[in-house]
């Protein structure tokens, strides 16, 4: 079965520094990996998808993500995080072996210093 | 362009009273989905769709029932509120590619007491 590891529950950041939000994930075959940023009292917003090639990914907001097989991880970056970044985000992993369930981590907190 | 639409955004139920969550997407998405979400506990799948007339449970269907009549619509039905269905409630949809991008709607926070 497909699982997601976001190892910290809260980060916090000064405003301009850079971030890195981690992700490991669990699934036998090549997964579909997927980050997604919800902010307070909104749904869920992708933010950018690794399905295959590249394995440097960018996404919306200045966001880019890295796949890495041998330490399956899938972790989120920015070189310089604003005020508005402070969030939710949540890691997901989904199957491109057919199954239309993606499987998410708990999330992790993103607390923005001025 | 509305997407994936909730209704209602907030409800506070009295214990063993029933209510629907309604869930509507104009996307012709064939996959839907409804999660919970609790603080901590990232989301948690309820029940899912696949297509008009086929549901599934998720990883935590107890005292939940859905529908799929259409496409278009996926209404979550709680039969007798119990307060640990306290959360915050989300549906979601997919189209059939198998990408598993799931797009959600804004969420129904439903208090029980």
């Known amino acids: 079965a497909q699982s997601v590891t976001q190892p910290d529950i809260h980060i916090t950041v000064s405003e301009g520094a850079s971030l890195e939000l981690r992700c490991n994930y669990s699934?036998?075959?090549?997964?579909?990996l997927f980050w997604y940023v919800q902010s307070p009292g909104q749904g869920l917003q992708l933010l950018l998808k690794?399905?295959?090639?590249?394995?440097l990914v960018q996404g919306i907001k200045g966001f880019e993500a890295e796949f890495k097989r041998s330490q399956s991880s899938f972790n989120l970056r920015k070189p310089s995080v604003h005020w508005s970044d402070a969030a939710e985000y949540f890691c997901?992993?989904?199957?491109?072996?057919?199954?239309?369930?993606?499987?998410f981590g708990r999330g992790t907190s993103l607390i923005v210093h001025p | 362009n509305a997407g994936v639409t909730q209704t209602p955004k907030f409800r506070i139920l009295k214990i063993g009273q029933s209510m629907t969550l309604q869930c509507t997407q104009d996307?012709?998405?064939?996959?839907m989905y409804w999660y919970r979400q609790d603080p901590g506990m990232g989301l948690k799948l309820i029940y899912y769709?696949?297509?008009?007339?086929?549901?599934d449970k998720g990883e935590v269907p107890n005292g939940y029932n859905v529908s799929r009549s259409t496409t278009e619509d996926f209404p979550l039905r709680l039969e007798l509120a119990a307060p640990s269905q306290t959360s915050v409630y989300f549906c979601?949809?997919?189209?059939?590619?198998?990408?598993?991008?799931?797009?959600f709607g804004a969420g129904s926070r439903l208090t029980v007491l």
């Open positions: 699934y036998g075959a090549t997964p579909y």
């Open positions: 996307m012709n998405h064939n996959y």
């Open positions: 979601a949809s997919s189209d059939s590619s198998g990408a598993n991008v799931l797009t």
């Open positions: 769709s696949v297509g008009a007339g086929i549901t």
């Open positions: 997901a992993v989904g199957s491109s072996g057919g199954s239309y369930i993606p499987t």
């Open positions: 690794y399905f295959s090639g590249d394995t």
